[in-house]
């Protein structure tokens, strides 16, 4: 292709970059207005973390929530997601009580108020970026003027920029690995802006990890692929791989990964003899990832008495180790046990946690498709890594892959480790972390390796047939959360009716 037919093909993709972004924007703006306040996975103490981060009150323990946010939490809750549906008067929520006159109120505000009071936040360990940033955010919207309810919705409204940086860097990792192959390029931003996962619609950390760890794997592929990788590469690789470990705990497998391949490329180059010009980068690449990384570390030992903070969450939570003779009798290690988690953790990878009137806001046929969809791909995209790829496409996909098992890796061995005792989730009867949310952290990752599944069975379709299914696959997607959703937008707790 001539150059001026290349630069005309690139500024017509970028143009289609754009266009997915915008209807990301608009997906995610659609249901995050549609949810009310405040959702079933700890939205209330993701919130009061911001607003303490908003007033420079970093926790020095497991607190009780801040006054400010619980005036917001019990003047714009809704029982939408928790209540018993055969409880409620008529079967109806009653009005929320931001709508009816404070005197009719102010009994009940106050009730609930004592009661909040005495509500711990397990969540105050988590690491600080993503609540600095939407302190930050909460912040700007007062200076905007937004008050009450808007205010709240303001601060969930930081998602949309976010989703939209991913849907970028999404294509950006996906032209590393596809640089020839525009389907499998595109596939990848527009699963990210048709995703149906909750955790996009919530005040949660969650939705920073695939930010944070995308720049990263980003830019470990470009780290692996360079002959000697320059300085400016590595220590914005170390930047994003300490933004990574500051967003949240959980991403610590992806950060195991990182480091064994730095490793392995560091050897490579000792190897081939250019050990001496690699020193720079290599020195830059640390000199910019510990020192936030051992920061935070420390201040969690300082305050929390461990170097995470999650000896004092699991003291609060009642969680016991279990004996190590005791991990094989585990039910993961049966079939139907680790259906269980391989299931649960693809359908709510895809879909979320949220319940909804005290049941799980999903369908089983749902579920089914999402699992059958992502396992039949990825066992497309295992046999794709054996043709006849480039050298670094080829190392992409098993970095991803190993992305992957380490993930998984990670949760089974949670999962096999404790003993739940009375905890509501996970607990005795369901002893599994099948808490999709919590792999957002590779789902750059994940993704390029559907994209590449997707592209390898549909190899014998032209590229408009194959863009076709695409929109299609994606299309049901859209119409299914729609299906599944419906009944939340008529909430009067929500946006739409402020």
Not at 136 to 155: D, I, V
Not at 190 to 196: D, E, G, N, R
Not at 440 to 455: K, N, Q
Not at 487 to 498: D, G, K, P, Q, T
């Amino acid at each position: 292709m001539n150059a001026p037919a290349a630069n005309e093909s690139r500024r017509s993709e970028v143009k289609l970059v754009c266009l997915i972004s915008l209807l990301a924007a608009i997906h995610v703006f659609v249901f995050t207005a549609a949810f009310p306040f405040f959702n079933s996975v700890d939205e209330q103490l993701h919130f009061d973390l911001a607003i303490r981060y908003s007033q420079a009150q970093i926790p020095l323990g497991l607190e009780p929530l801040s006054p400010e946010a619980i005036r917001y939490i019990v003047l714009f809750s809704s029982h939408a997601y928790l209540a018993d549906p055969t409880g409620l008067p008529d079967g109806k929520l009653p009005p929320p009580l931001w709508s009816q006159p404070p005197e009719k109120t102010l009994p009940q505000i106050a009730a609930s108020v004592a009661q909040w009071k005495n509500i711990v936040s397990a969540e105050s360990i988590q690491p600080p970026l993503y609540y600095t940033v939407a302190g930050a955010w909460w912040n700007a919207g007062k200076s905007f003027g937004l008050a009450g309810g808007h205010l709240l919705y303001w601060l969930r409204f930081l998602n949309l920029p976010i989703v939209i940086a991913v849907v970028w860097l999404g294509w950006l990792a996906a032209r590393e690995v596809f640089p020839e192959n525009l389907f499998a390029r595109l596939a990848v931003p527009a699963f990210i802006a048709f995703m149906p996962q909750t955790a996009f619609y919530s005040i949660n950390n969650d939705i920073l990890a695939p930010l944070g760890f995308g720049a990263a794997f980003w830019l470990l592929l470009k780290f692996w692929a360079a002959e000697i990788p320059s300085a400016r590469l590595a220590g914005t690789l170390g930047l994003a791989l300490a933004a990574t470990f500051l967003t949240k705990t959980s991403t610590l497998p992806t950060l195991a990964v990182s480091a064994l391949l730095v490793a392995a490329k560091s050897f490579q180059l000792c190897r081939s003899g250019k050990w001496r010009p690699a020193i720079s980068p290599l020195l830059a690449l640390l000199f910019c990832a510990l020192p936030p990384a051992l920061a935070w570390l420390l201040w969690c030992r300082a305050n929390y008495g461990d170097l995470t903070g999650s000896t004092v969450k699991i003291q609060m939570l009642g969680w016991t180790a279990r004996p190590l003779a005791e991990w094989l009798q585990h039910p993961i290690f049966s079939p139907h046990g680790l259906w269980i988690f391989i299931g649960g953790n693809v359908a709510t990878f895809w879909q979320g946690e949220f319940w909804w009137l005290r049941r799980p806001l999903a369908l089983p046929a749902l579920d089914a498709f999402y699992q059958v969809l992502t396992l039949v791909l990825l066992a497309f995209a295992l046999t794709a890594i054996r043709k006849p790829l480039q050298k670094d496409s080829r190392a992409a996909l098993a970095i991803a892959f190993a992305c992957l098992a380490a993930m998984s890796a990670f949760f089974a061995l949670l999962s096999v480790k404790y003993d739940f005792q009375e905890c509501f989730y996970p607990s005795r009867a369901h002893p599994f972390f099948t808490s999709g949310r919590l792999f957002l952290g590779i789902l750059i990752p994940v993704l390029i390796l559907l994209a590449s599944g997707l592209d390898h069975a549909l190899q014998k379709f032209s590229t408009k047939a194959r863009v076709f299914l695409l929109g299609g696959l994606l299309l049901f997607m859209l119409t299914g959360e729609t299906i599944l959703d419906w009944r939340v937008f008529a909430c009067e707790y929500n946006w739409f009716h402020l």
